[in-house]
């Protein structure tokens, strides 16, 4: 996959000032980080290059198709329609999780 795919698929779906919650999730250990930011910062060169290692340390990361209101509260639970939906965005038609492949 194209090292900039994710971020020029960010790019043509968002204004730059919209507001986007980036969830990663190791299953292995249970580990869950968030991230509300701005899709111009996400699309950086510096959050990518943070996307890549933390997706090359076993962490799926998921991406809100949702923008979020200025002033959203940052907790994870209040997240949880976003979450879902990024989710099941990533979910085949047979019903299997697809995991987000690495952007290297």
């Not at 980036?22 to 869950?32: A, D, E, H, P, Y």
């Not at 930011?37 to 290692?53: K, N, P, T």
């Amino acid at each position: 996959m194209e090292k900039q795919a994710a971020a020029k698929y960010i790019r043509s779906n968002f204004r730059s000032d919209d507001r986007l919650a980036v969830v990663l999730i190791q299953k292995s250990s249970g580990s869950v980080v968030q991230r509300l930011s701005s899709s111009e910062r996400i699309v950086s060169d510096e959050f990518q290059s943070w996307l890549r290692y933390m997706n090359r340390e076993k962490h799926e990361v998921y991406v809100s198709m949702n923008t979020l209101q200025k002033g959203a509260p940052g907790a994870l639970p209040q997240l949880a329609s976003p979450v879902r939906l990024a989710i099941s965005c990533c979910r085949s038609r047979t019903g299997h999780r697809q995991h987000m492949p690495d952007v290297d």
